[in-house]
């Protein structure tokens, strides 16, 4: 079975740009998370998706926005990028509503200029 | 709120025993990860726990007290690939990572 797996793996934006991640789950897996990762601030949680319904979202400005689509695939949006929001982009998917053990993908490396 | 505290780094040698220890506070509890990531890695899932009690997986065990607000992790007969960062999270509200605790095991 296919991990989850994330595009681009590497991206560098300028700063007011916007940005576009995708991520596609372990086929099967209905809940889609995503989460910020920063050597300062650690991971955290920016949203959860299950069957196309943003379930839980963390305490991120409105520019950060995501949405499921029918397959299960989720996409996630930053607007008006700050220098701030470099930082490693993980998806993790999971077979249940509960988040029972998540499997991460491999990351989004997103570097703003 | 939530807030999850680990230690930031503990040292260990091969073969040995190691406890990793998270404490927390939370708005709600539907259970308590562990999470392995090494350097450059994503994490990958080691263990959850939802009950009070020890949950064994081979080498690695968590244990929880939600009255106590704690958990740990043990990793048994430690080996060199172990070196990692241990993370705890807790789902309550929401999902929340502690900071990470990085493990170094010594030949």
């Known amino acids: 079975k296919a991990g989850v797996t994330q595009t681009p793996r590497y991206l560098i934006k300028t700063r007011g740009q916007q940005v576009t991640l995708s991520c596609s789950p372990i086929?099967?897996?209905?809940?889609v998370s995503w989460y910020q990762q920063t050597p300062g601030q650690g991971l955290q949680f920016l949203f959860e998706?299950?069957?196309?319904?943003?379930?839980n979202k963390g305490n991120f400005p409105g520019r950060f926005s995501g949405r499921q689509f029918s397959n299960s695939r989720s996409e996630m949006n930053v607007s008006t990028l700050e220098l701030g929001d470099s930082a490693l982009y993980l998806c993790?998917?999971?077979?249940?509503?509960?988040?029972?053990?998540?499997?991460f993908g491999p990351g989004t490396r997103l570097t703003v200029t | 709120g939530q807030n999850i505290d680990q230690p930031t780094e503990m040292t260990a040698t091969e073969g040995a025993i190691v406890q990793i220890n998270c404490t927390y506070q939370?708005?709600?509890?539907?259970?308590l990860f562990w999470y392995q990531q090494h350097a450059g890695e994503a994490p990958t899932f080691l263990s959850y726990?939802?009950?009070?009690g020890l949950e064994e997986k081979g080498r690695f065990s968590s244990f929880l007290s939600r009255s106590k607000g704690y958990s740990y992790l043990l990793l048994k007969e430690l080996q060199m690939k172990d070196s990692a960062s241990y993370l705890c999270?807790?789902?309550?509200?929401?999902?929340?990572f502690g900071p990470g605790t990085r493990l170094s095991v010594l030949p």
């Open positions: 726990n939802v009950l009070d």
């Open positions: 086929s099967g897996h209905r809940s």
């Open positions: 993790a998917s999971s077979a249940t509503s509960d988040l029972h053990e998540q499997y």
């Open positions: 998706y299950f069957s196309e319904t943003q379930r």
């Open positions: 939370t708005s709600g509890f539907n259970g």
């Open positions: 999270a807790v789902y309550g509200q929401n999902f929340v």
